[in-house]
């Protein structure tokens, strides 16, 4: 299963971008990039996904690298309501839709 | 109406106890899944069935067995609980099970062994 590496935790300031990186230096062309979000006491939840190109959504944008060995997820307005654990996840094309979860980015928004 | 709905919402209970969590999607969906989340919150994936079929089924003791009565219905049911067993369960549900297709989590079932 390929590996993502986040860094732990994130801090934002309400109103303001937030970038959270993702490193999948192993990922293979028929890999997706997916994220997932979990808020407190919450079960995950979709944010966005993948494949070469960047994309959009009301949730969030993605910027994937030209290599694709990064990515980006970017909240363009962060809010108090934000504040949860950012999972990004590979998935290959052919996968069983498993989802392995790593230990996600932490991201903290003060007011 | 809730997308993926787990029941029941909290599970506490002794050592050695048999118990039955279910969960129901009302999305169409064809494929469900289990996740186990532990104290440390790692999430991983227990099985996944596929219209009534089984096709994931991770390293799970054989105690933890899935039933799937229809597509809609993914009920987890483990016997002779044990301690290590306390975590939050999670249900999920997708389109299909290939592929990136978004899985839909339910609230989860937080279950306890004392």
């Known amino acids: 299963d390929a590996k993502t590496t986040q860094p732990n935790s994130m801090e934002s300031n309400e109103e303001e971008p937030v970038h959270l990186p993702c490193n999948h230096s192993t990922i293979s062309g028929t890999d997706y990039i997916h994220w997932y979000r979990q808020l407190p006491s919450q079960g995950p939840e979709y944010v966005i996904h993948g494949l070469t190109s960047n994309v959009n959504n009301r949730m969030a944008s993605l910027a994937i690298a030209e290599d694709r060995k990064s990515s980006t997820l970017i909240l363009h307005r962060a809010t108090l309501r934000d504040a949860a654990v950012y999972y990004c996840?590979?998935?290959?094309?052919?996968?069983?839709?498993?989802?392995?979860f790593g230990q996600g980015t932490t991201l903290q928004v003060k007011p | 109406d809730t997308a993926v709905s787990q029941t029941p919402k909290y599970l506490v209970t002794q050592m050695g106890n048999d118990k039955s969590i279910k969960c129901e999607q009302n999305l169409g969906h064809d494929t469900m899944y289990w996740y186990k989340q532990d104290s440390k919150k790692f999430l991983k994936i227990m099985f996944s069935?596929?219209?009534?079929?089984?096709?994931i089924n991770e390293t799970v003791p054989n105690r933890f067995s899935p039933k799937s009565p229809d597509k809609a219905h993914l009920n987890l049911h483990i016997n002779s609980l044990e301690l290590g067993d306390s975590a939050v369960y999670f249900c999920a549900s997708s389109p299909r099970g290939w592929g990136p297709a978004t899985q839909y989590f339910g609230p989860g079932t937080r279950l306890l062994v004392l």
């Open positions: 069935y596929n219209n009534k079929e089984l096709i």
């Open positions: 996840i590979l998935l290959l094309s052919g996968n069983t839709g498993k989802l392995i």
